[in-house]
């Protein structure tokens, strides 16, 4: 029988890739993990935040969280793991275009060096890990159904203002 981990992920910048700009990433899980439902991990100043970051940030965050959850079950099920996101370039980067991307050396269709490619090549090898005896699955849901995580990215943003 797979053992199933549903997760909600958000990223929230405040002052978008400008000087000075603060980043948080949400985590939020169906059931207790580690006696937690919710995270919140703040995204460093270099190089600055961006909301494009901060998404990314917030689905390595779930990822290593799981791999974490994965390495203390005593039995080694079949391990599916549900990432529920409102972004919707997350999901195109990583289960869209990475192979694209990669195939061309990193550029995009345009030409130009992939934007945010350590989070994305971070993400990837997460994703590999957990591939390897389970699956990840990535499922698009509306900003308004992922309020949990989004209130958590924020709740990072607010302890970095001062």
Not at 62 to 80: K, V, Y
Not at 95 to 105: H, S
């Amino acid at each position: 029988m797979p053992y199933q981990l549903d997760v909600r992920t958000d990223g929230a910048c405040r002052g978008n890739g400008q000087p000075g700009s603060i980043g948080g990433a949400g985590v939020w899980f169906s059931k207790p993990l580690n006696g937690s439902k919710g995270w919140t991990r703040h995204l460093p100043q270099y190089p600055a935040p961006t909301n494009q970051r901060a998404e990314l940030t917030g689905v390595i965050f779930a990822l290593e969280l799981a791999i974490e959850r994965r390495a203390a079950l005593e039995t080694d099920p079949f391990f599916i793991l549900t990432v529920h996101t409102d972004s919707k370039y997350v999901i195109g980067c990583l289960r869209d275009w990475i192979g694209k991307w990669m195939a061309n050396g990193w550029r995009n269709a345009r030409g130009f060096e992939v934007v945010n490619r350590d989070l994305i090549e971070r993400a990837s090898e997460l994703i590999d890990e957990i591939n390897d005896g389970g699956r990840v699955d990535f499922v698009w849901i509306p900003r308004e159904e992922n309020e949990e995580a989004d209130n958590l990215a924020n709740e990072a943003c607010d302890e970095q203002q001062y």
